[in-house]
Structures are given as C-alpha cells and as structure tokens.
C-alpha cells in the first residue's frame, strides 16, 4: 500500500512557474512508474507527465518543453517543474503510482490532488 500527498499548487500569473511535489508513504516506492495527471473542470482526467522507475519520462504534447517530471527514490517523492505555465494549465493535479501489467501501465494509488490556477 502507498499513499500519496500533493503539495505546491497554488495562483500563479501566465508565464510563471510552479513545483508540485508528491510524497510517498508506506512500501514498494520505487517499483511504481509515477504519473501526474490534471483535470480541468467539466474536462477528463488526462496524463501529463509520466516517470519510470528507471526514470524514463514522457510528457503530453501540451506539456513538452515546459513541464519535467523527476523523482527522488531515497526521498520517495516525485516532483512536477511547471514553466511557462499557461491559463489552459488550470486543473486539480493529482499524482499517481502505475502499475504495468500485460504491457502497459494502470493507475494504482491515488494522492488527493492541488489546485493550480493560472491567471492575471
């Protein structure tokens, strides 16, 4: 079992940058792949950045080159570096341990998410 608790969010102007962090407690932290999803009102929940356990990392095509996903195993914690952040970012940010099993990767544990809102 892993529990998971967001922090960072917060108002922030265009332009502007934001670090979210979710730390991790209980056992298996560094066997998980860890997501950061959003989802914005009236919207679905969708991935935006994803790390390996071995750290690979993807990004949706509306993150690229703006957000990076990094995680500290011996800190159990992943983190979300958000620049150039937009008003179309605005959304609740939730982390997420994914399991891979039959070749791809599902969601498993939870945190409760942080509001980041984008706006002058």
């Known amino acids: 079992q892993v529990q998971l608790v967001e922090s960072g969010g917060g108002l922030v102007q265009p332009g502007g940058s934001l670090r979210l962090s979710c730390a991790a407690s209980?056992?298996?932290?560094?066997?998980?792949?860890m997501g950061w999803y959003r989802q914005a009102p009236g919207k679905q929940r969708e991935l935006v950045a994803h790390?390996?356990?071995?750290?690979?990392?993807d990004y949706a095509d509306s993150v690229k080159g703006r957000f990076t996903i990094s995680r500290d195993n011996a800190k159990n914690t992943v983190y979300l570096q958000m620049n150039s952040l937009k008003p179309e970012d605005t959304a609740i940010y939730y982390c997420?341990?994914?399991?891979?099993?039959?070749?791809?990767?599902?969601?498993?544990?939870w945190g409760q998410g942080t509001q980041v809102t984008v706006s002058e």
């Open positions: 209980g056992s298996g932290f560094s066997i998980y792949a």
């Open positions: 997420c341990a994914r399991e891979y099993r039959s070749g791809r990767y599902y969601p498993k544990y």
């Open positions: 790390i390996t356990n071995l750290h690979m990392t």
